[in-house]
């Protein structure tokens, strides 16, 4: 497992965090630990780090590989969304950088009973923390279908959701879509009738052709059923609120909608003002927050992609508490 887990853009994040042994230090997605290894070797001998996670597997993961770092480590089960609040509970206020990697884990995406990945059969389930109520497999069977194509558009950026998710109403009404596979079928199903019967351009089909069809509808309803993109915002608020002046925030996104908040929260936080144009005097009392590092978000080289094709799609925005 440890060998397997490449952490994306390690050496940025170090450039960027700056982890230095008087320093402490929250990675609020330690996942299998391997960016928080990093930050704690780098932070020898006496820097400190908090490592949260939803996913309680993860920790246990985390919890074993960063055995020798325990004196200056300590993990927390929890959102990051919440972030304020579990550093209060540990008495801690400010700290010096907070990491945000976003997205699944290796462990979580090869694991098949999680129901991440349609490469494998495994249960629908999607969530990373087994105590969130609802799974992906009652979103499928038990939302409307309005529902669903809100849910597919939205978050999946799907072109066929109206289609897709008649399908899944249809299949439903015989039996229940329990499995990865079960749901990547009727996705693909509804595809490959678009790409026989319809007049749909070779541009697009070949576009589509890039990544298995049920990608999409797959990231949708994670980011449903874990609420991704609500803790994301929530998450990036209250990592402002803990960090000191001069500490950094380095966040680590996977896909456009993520990468827009993030870009939208920076943006907001680094303004002097947002009175609307032409106002004479400023009357927002809006407090600049943040100066923005990275004008353009870091990407990873090809070298990199060649040896992790799961970095393919990051996008690192870096920012520092004024
Ligand atoms: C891409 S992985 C992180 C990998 C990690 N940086 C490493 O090097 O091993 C993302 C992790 O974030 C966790 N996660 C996602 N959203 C979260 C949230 N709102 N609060 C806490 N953990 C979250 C997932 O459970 C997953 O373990």
Not at 80 to 104: H, M, P, Y
Request: a positive charge; aromatic letters at 4%; proline letters at 4%.
């Amino acid at each position: 497992m440890s060998e397997t887990h490449i952490p994306v853009l390690r050496n940025e994040i170090l450039i960027f965090l700056q982890p230095n042994p008087n320093g402490l230090y929250v990675d609020g997605t330690i996942g299998l630990g391997g960016h928080s290894i990093c930050i704690l070797k780098k932070s020898h001998p006496s820097g400190r780090l908090i490592g949260i996670d939803m996913d309680a597997e993860a920790l246990e993961v985390a919890k074993n590989r960063l055995h020798s770092f325990k004196n200056r480590l300590r993990l927390i089960h929890g959102n990051f969304a919440e972030l304020q609040r579990l550093l209060n509970t540990c008495g801690i206020s400010k700290v010096d950088g907070v990491l945000l990697d976003l997205g699944v884990s290796s462990l979580q995406l090869d694991t098949p009973e999680r129901g991440f990945s349609f490469q494998n059969m495994g249960s629908l389930d999607m969530r990373m923390d087994m105590r969130l109520s609802t799974s992906a497999s009652q979103i499928v069977n038990q939302s409307t279908s309005e529902k669903l194509i809100q849910i597919f558009k939205e978050y999946g950026e799907e072109r066929y959701a109206k289609q897709i998710a008649q399908q899944i109403v249809d299949v439903r009404k015989n039996t229940t879509i329990g499995t990865t596979t079960q749901l990547a079928e009727i996705v693909e199903r509804v595809y490959s009738y678009k790409v026989k019967y319809t007049k749909d351009s070779k541009k697009k089909q070949s576009r589509d052709n890039r990544i298995h069809p049920a990608t999409r509808v797959f990231q949708a309803l994670r980011i449903e059923v874990n609420s991704e993109l609500q803790n994301l915002s929530q998450g990036l608020d209250a990592a402002i609120s803990v960090l000191k002046s001069g500490g950094h925030l380095c966040v680590i996104s996977f896909h456009s909608l993520e990468d827009r908040i993030v870009k939208q929260h920076f943006r907001q936080w680094a303004k002097t003002c947002i009175c609307p144009p032409k106002t004479p005097v400023c009357i927002c009392k809006h407090e600049k927050l943040l100066d923005v590092v990275t004008s353009k978000p870091v990407i990873p080289s090809q070298d990199e992609i060649d040896a992790n094709p799961r970095a393919r799609s990051a996008k690192l925005r870096v920012a520092t508490r004024v």
